[in-house]
């Protein structure tokens, strides 16, 4: 999943610019894994990206959205699974049983919105290589000629904006199976590389920039390396192209090149990049991105696990970009739903410590996990978000902070006393993590 060969022919410097304040400022985003997969959607809930061996990893994979390709793999259970269920149908029929009949874009950009999300990536097309557009060569494998015969894209992204968020587009720019097959079903990060190929994913993303204008351009796993120079079809065009319709416009760090506006971790994986200046980690409320019916509450963040993940990232100066996996029919699964309507009621009450925060300076406080507290700033006030009741004392050190003048962000005042080199709190009964502001003095504010 991570970039590959750099290609240093290419001179980035007259795109790179200042990451657009809204993408750091915004910390949630709602990334949206919807496709055939979603008809069968099974897999073996094995354990996150990262912290499985490739080897079990290939036969055991828990992303539901690689069905087509784990089922490719004699032994694995998932094709098993297949033969048992489905017996030989072709993974294209699961196009055609994808009927999409409870989307409610509308209903999805609400839930989005209430969870505390401020941009939506949904994928456009996923390693299948079926657009949820009607994507120029793709001939009626999308979404408009068959299954649930419409414009995915155009719906949700009226629905999200409707709702003032952002919307951004995810797309599979490395692997793509129904123009190269498998390859090697063992090597799955074998990745088509020719011309051909970087033309007609070319195409297809300046294709999404001049009909849908997206916020996010989230490209995966690499772009094709015969796409990666100056010519009209290069990247460096397309980057270009897609600034000058999208002046706030960001593209993350997929591209297996040195541009890039953020970069990206995936679950454990790739946490390396979480040290860059604007980064964003990307997870499933569960192991996988697409729907899994396999996965229970033991696989799923549950709403309290979900806000310490994001506060987590955002003390360290990250967003989290959170997956949904909808059901075929358009369905947000209730498990997924509980946690993003858990998660939005808390950010209702403590957003103030996450929309627009950034990390503390360490020299103010840092992190403890007993008690688990994590610290936050705007550049007026610091952010202790405790997750424990009752009297609680934190280490935090530096006279640039009002210590005695601390509240909730809803206002409600905390009775702290300094101690020895720190402070102790007596915090509210919460349901999940307490916040408690402190005025800063203006010397020490977030990192730049
Ligand atoms: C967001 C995730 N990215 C990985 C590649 N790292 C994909 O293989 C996976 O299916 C999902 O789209």
Redesign the pocket.
Known sequence: ??AGPVDDAVDWTDLTRPTPAWFPAARLGI?V?WGAYSVPAWAEPTGE?GTIDEATWVRHNP?A??YWHTIQLPGAPAREHHRTVWGDRPYDDFLDLWKAESFDAAAWARLFRQAGARYVVL?TK??DGIALWDAPGTGTRNTVHRGPQRDLVAELAAAVRAEGLRFGT?Y?G??DWSVTGFLDPEQPLLRPNDAAYAAYAAVHVRDLVDRYAPDVLWN??EWPDAGKHRGRLGLHELFRHYYDAVAEGVVND?WGETHWDYRTS?YQ?ARENESAAVWEN?RGIGLS??YNQVEGPEHSLDAHAAVRHLVDVVSRGGNLLL?VGPTAAGEIPELQRRTLEGLGAWLAANGGAVHGAAPLSPAVATASDEPWVRWTATPTTAYAVVDAAGDVTVRADHDAVDWAASRTPAGTAVEAQPVDGGLALRLPPADGPAVVGFPLAGTVGPRA
Request: aromatic content about 20%; charged content about 25%.
């Open positions: 999943c991570e990334f894994h990206l992303y959205e690689w994928v996923h390693h995810y599979s490395g692997l995966d796993i997929r995936e994986h990307n991105f697409g997956d």
